[in-house]
């Protein structure tokens, strides 16, 4: 059966189904390849030690404790927000203020 996109989608949504297509785009730019390709030849023959060495290699690391909480401020506070908002049910968004 030979249909066209518009009736396929059509039928689709006929069915009560949402009927999206992608739009397909590249990862990376050329410029961008480029660039990871030049640094991935610079760093072919690398060793394990050279690769374990990363505030040699110009990216920054935090000092950050192993297994810490979430440190983001905003989790707390969401977490203050729904604990606060448990048993009230605001109309409008005046009574959500």
């Known amino acids: 059966v030979k249909a066209s996109r518009a009736t396929t989608h059509r039928r689709v949504k006929e069915f009560g189904y949402s009927c999206r297509i992608l739009l397909v785009?590249?990862?990376l730019?050329?410029?961008?390849?480029?660039?990871?390709l030049t640094w991935a030849k610079k760093k072919k023959?690398?060793?394990?030690a050279q690769w374990s060495k990363l505030n040699d290699h110009g990216?920054?690391?935090?000092?950050w404790p192993a297994n810490s909480p979430d440190l983001n401020p905003r989790e707390n506070l969401w977490a203050?927000?729904?604990r606060?908002?448990?048993?009230?049910r605001p109309k409008n968004a005046d009574e959500l203020k």
């Open 59 to 63: 990216v920054g690391v935090l000092d």
């Open 80 to 82: 203050i927000v729904k």
């Open 84 to 88: 606060k908002m448990r048993n009230k």
């Open 29 to 36: 730019n050329h410029r961008q390849r480029q660039r990871h």
């Open 25 to 27: 785009k590249p990862l």
């Open 45 to 48: 023959n690398w060793t394990v």
